[in-house]
């Protein structure tokens, strides 16, 4: 099996809904995203994905966040608290959508905490 990855980053600011704590009020973050995907074949250049596709998808999502508050931001939608575990979920969605080999995301607040999301099967 083989495994590849990519890391691209953001910005944005956020605040959590239905949550007590300093959380809850506007602050804003420089998220780093890694994403995952893996099979067990590889193309006629011996690779299994080209990097350049994994970033172009990663990038594409993380356009239509960078450098905006995301609780008004029309992807994530009205009244939805977009904690990193929501944003963790919404990139692996649109990265499957792109690249079905994708089965893994991890989204960083800061450098030494994160959130994954991952389908089981």
Known sequence: MFEV??????????????YNGKCERPHGHNWVVRAWARGDRLDEANMFIDYGIMKRELDNILA?????DLNEN??????ISPSS????????????AAIPEVYKVCIFETP??????????
Do not use: W
């Open 112 to 121: 030494i905490q994160c959130a994954y999301y991952y389908e089981t099967e």
């Open 74 to 79: 029309p992807l994530i939608g009205q009244g």
């Open 64 to 68: 239509q966040l960078d450098h905006t």
């Open 85 to 96: 575990e929501f944003l963790a979920r919404l990139i692996y969605q649109h990265m499957k």
């Open 5 to 18: 990855q990519v890391e691209r980053t953001f910005s944005a600011a956020h605040h959590l809904l239905n």
